[in-house]
């Protein structure tokens, strides 16, 4: 089974907008990672932020982790059209080699 | 740098047959992970290998099967299809693989069982 869940399960949203997707998982982590994927293509990986930092940035990218709420919140800043994917945020556990990910959501930015 | 290549990007079989998905990550990559991903379940972990060893395994039957070769490469093997592996099976690689690093992701081969 999944052990992380994102929400809301879609979004939709102007262009110009910001996007603002969260992200909550079950277990302690190492780091957790957002991934892009284009309709039926593969992922893409955005940024990763370690278990001991709270914000990380990457262009029109920030991210944020409270490993206390075990929540990490992705914000997609001034939204284009070709945003328009489904995205999902995966964490690694412990020494286990498998990263694991939620259900993901879809992102539609209308023109 | 050629990224992860897949193939084949598509297939269609019947029940009861079996298929090997090939996958050849980016050069000088060790590790290599499968997902089955499906609009019901989401991405789903199948095995990750390394070095010519399977590192670790999802909760997935024993007719999902894989290897690695000396050169990396890997191939995954699912026998005796049924409908519900019908599905977007991908493949990523990485340098040394989990607990830490980013996966870089093939297109995937879509697999269709009728």
């Known amino acids: 089974s999944q052990q992380g869940e994102e929400d809301p399960q879609a979004l939709s949203i102007q262009e110009g907008e910001n996007a603002t997707m969260n992200c909550s998982y079950k277990t302690s982590i190492n780091n957790l990672q957002w991934y892009r994927q284009n309709s039926g293509r593969g992922l893409v990986h955005l940024i990763l932020i370690r278990s001991n930092e709270r914000e990380k940035h990457s262009g029109r990218l920030r991210v944020t982790l409270d490993t206390s709420k075990k929540s990490s919140s992705l914000l997609i800043t001034a939204s284009r059209a070709a945003d328009t994917a489904s995205y999902f945020c995966g964490h690694y556990t412990g020494a286990n080699s498998k990263l694991t990910f939620g259900k993901g959501i879809t992102l539609s930015v209308r023109p | 740098k050629a990224g992860v290549t897949q193939t084949p990007r598509y297939l269609i079989k019947t029940r009861g047959q079996q298929v090997t998905l090939s996958c050849s990550p980016i050069?000088?990559?060790?590790?290599v992970s499968w997902y089955q991903q499906t609009p019901g379940q989401g991405l789903q972990f199948l095995f990750e290998y390394f070095s010519e060893t399977q590192r670790n395994k999802g909760n997935f039957p024993g007719r999902f099967s894989g290897r690695q070769f000396s050169n990396s490469r890997s191939e995954m093997n699912v026998s005796t299809l049924e409908l519900g592996d019908s599905a977007l099976y991908l493949c990523?690689?990485?340098?040394?693989?989990?607990?830490?690093?980013?996966?870089?992701f093939g297109e995937g081969s879509r697999l269709t069982v009728l």
């Open positions: 990523a690689s990485s340098f040394a693989g989990g607990p830490t690093g980013e996966l870089f």
């Open positions: 050069s000088g990559h060790r590790s």
